[in-house]
């Protein structure tokens, strides 16, 4: 970053600016190791860890406020996608663990005295998501190139520091930016799926990120991969960041308009029908059917369709109506 570069021959110009980058580059020295301990907590990392977003036990669950059939219902998906996950991974003798899980708010009736009534529930929306390690010997050169790059960089942060010379510490991030992005995509591969979601987007970040080709899923309405020339440690899954990886396949199933909005969002069909969604018209459909299923999956070209061709797409459909 430029920000970090001090010219050997700082002058009284440069003097604040010299001050800043020298407390980032000791907080730099102070908070890596912390963090890199604190992540090892995860005997995953560098691989994500379990989000801290995780649905409460199911007694809690009713202040959101819910009825027993939703609250049902997300249990009844939890287990069963579990489960197709298990299987999926152990077709490939991958590992697979939840990364993490939530599901949407009730409603309460008029009167704000309990939940709305069963019959004017519009459809629960659930989500879930999962990382499988692909490669575990990949993973675990990650992790040993992860210690072996935070023991060489602070060394080379008090040499910085020493010299006054901090013109090496860009090349030393786009290393690690560039070899994450690899060990990524050899050891790794995450799958989100969502249910009755108001909308669905292959990635709310958009630049440098585009399509580049159809998937032939079965029962799937929209299928496409997508790719990312930069990728993003940072990005948020619970926000749709969908950066992390290179690649991405992004599915819908179920009935979906599949002409997107003019921000590239697709929706459920039955949304154009306001009187589905609304808190005041008795609904024809229970909430806790499931309508439609969008599934993103990310990691390297590779993985994704050694996934997709042995995901059990007639099961993930049944879902549907149920």
């Not at 585009?210 to 929209?222: C, D, E, K, P, V």
């Not at 819908?252 to 969002?265: I, R, V």
């Amino acid at each position: 970053m430029n920000s970090f570069f001090i010219p050997s021959s700082c002058e009284a110009k440069y003097s604040s600016r010299f001050k800043i980058s020298l407390v980032l580059i000791v907080l730099l020295i102070t908070v890596i190791p912390f963090s890199f301990s604190h992540a090892q907590s995860c005997s995953w990392f560098p691989a994500d860890c379990p989000s801290d977003r995780q649905l409460p036990d199911s007694a809690e669950r009713f202040a959101n406020p819910l009825i027993p059939a939703e609250i049902s219902m997300e249990i009844r998906l939890h287990d069963f996608l579990t489960v197709l996950m298990q299987k999926e991974a152990g077709k490939k003798s991958w590992e697979v663990y939840q990364f993490d899980e939530s599901a949407g708010s009730g409603y309460l009736n008029a009167e704000r005295t309990g939940p709305l009534a069963d019959h004017m529930r519009p459809p629960h929306d659930y989500e879930i998501s999962f990382i499988f390690i692909v490669d575990s010997d990949s993973l675990r050169a990650w992790q040993n190139w992860q210690q072996d790059f935070l023991t060489n960089m602070q060394d080379e942060i008090k040499k910085m520091t020493t010299h006054n010379d901090y013109s090496s510490f860009a090349s030393m991030q786009d290393l690690k930016k560039n070899r994450d992005e690899s060990f990524r995509n050899a050891s790794m591969l995450r799958v989100k799926i969502e249910i009755n979601t108001a909308d669905a987007i292959a990635s709310s970040i958009t630049e440098d990120f585009y399509r580049t080709g159809t998937l032939n899923i079965s029962h799937a309405n929209f299928a496409s991969l997508y790719h990312n020339d930069r990728t993003d440690e940072k990005a948020l899954f619970d926000l749709n960041q969908f950066k992390r990886c290179t690649d991405l396949a992004f599915i819908l199933f179920g009935d979906w308009t599949l002409k997107p909005d003019g921000y590239g969002y697709y929706h459920p069909h039955y949304r154009t029908d306001k009187k589905n969604i609304d808190l005041t018209t008795v609904k024809t459909i229970p909430s806790n059917v499931v309508r439609v299923i969008d599934m993103h999956v990310e990691g390297s070209p590779r993985y994704i369709n050694s996934f997709l061709q042995s995901m059990d797409a007639d099961q993930l459909n049944r879902l549907i109506g149920e």
